[in-house]
């Protein structure tokens, strides 16, 4: 299977706890992107990713997460001190260039307690 | 912010209708895409368009992207069962290569 391959699929938390979610882009994408969904609304923004580079954060809250994706293995979307509001499904997409079409992964569900 | 305004909310259509939705936005966009999401999973790109007033169709599908880059809309003639998700236009910003999402179409087929 050469997609977007993101785990865990579902995750749950308690609150205070960190949460790291993977992805691992299609073979031959170097552009990776992490998306958040809350209930029954669209996709929001959160980061843009190259090889070993944050290109665009701005989507990002400012405290308690984080984002690499480093020269070998996945990118992470990590979540420090998790809060009940952060549960939502996280969505990673890959592309081949950063003006191409965005491919997505079946997203990470996570649960906060 | 750049918001995408997607209409109609939702749709409860029969079986071999056609089916219309659209987007628009206050901002220019250079690259319109409709995708569909299913239960669990993760939003299926349909179709990409990326000049003003281009129509693509991919079988039963067809959107097109507005001469002034501000809308698009899908089409789905024929639906069957299958076609029931969530719909979702997306724009991509230049600059910074995001996507932004309208809030999507809930199409739901009456067989």
């Known amino acids: 299977n050469a997609g977007v391959m993101q785990n865990p699929r579902h995750l749950v938390r308690r609150r205070g706890q960190e949460a790291r979610l993977r992805c691992s882009p299609m073979?031959?994408?170097?552009?990776v992107y992490w998306y958040r969904q809350l209930p029954e609304e669209g996709l929001k923004f959160m980061v843009y990713?190259?090889?070993?580079?944050?290109?665009?954060e701005s989507g990002m809250p400012k405290e308690r997460f984080s984002a690499e994706f480093p020269k070998e293995g996945p990118s992470i979307l990590r979540i420090q001190q998790v809060v009940r509001g952060d549960s939502a499904a996280y969505f990673c997409?890959?592309?081949?260039?950063?003006?191409?079409?965005?491919?997505f992964g079946d997203g990470t569900r996570l649960s906060i307690l | 912010g750049q918001q995408l305004n997607q209409s109609p909310q939702s749709m409860f259509i029969q079986e071999g209708e056609d089916v219309s939705m659209n987007c628009t936005s206050s901002?220019?966009?250079?690259?319109w895409l409709w995708y569909k999401q299913e239960p669990g999973e993760g939003p299926v790109l349909l179709i990409a368009?990326?000049?003003?007033?281009e129509l693509t169709s991919n079988g039963r599908l067809t959107a097109q992207f507005g001469i002034t880059r501000k809308d698009s809309f899908l089409n789905i003639s024929a639906s069957i069962p299958s076609d029931v998700g969530i719909y979702f236009c997306?724009?991509?910003?230049?600059?910074?290569?995001?996507?932004?999402f309208g809030a999507g179409t809930i199409l739901r087929v009456k067989s």
């Open positions: 997306a724009g991509l910003v230049t600059y910074g290569n995001k996507l932004v």
């Open positions: 990713l190259q090889k070993e580079n944050i290109i665009d």
């Open positions: 368009l990326y000049k003003a007033g």
């Open positions: 997409a890959s592309s081949d260039r950063g003006d191409q079409p965005q491919h």
């Open positions: 073979k031959g994408h170097s552009h």
């Open positions: 901002s220019i966009f250079n690259t």
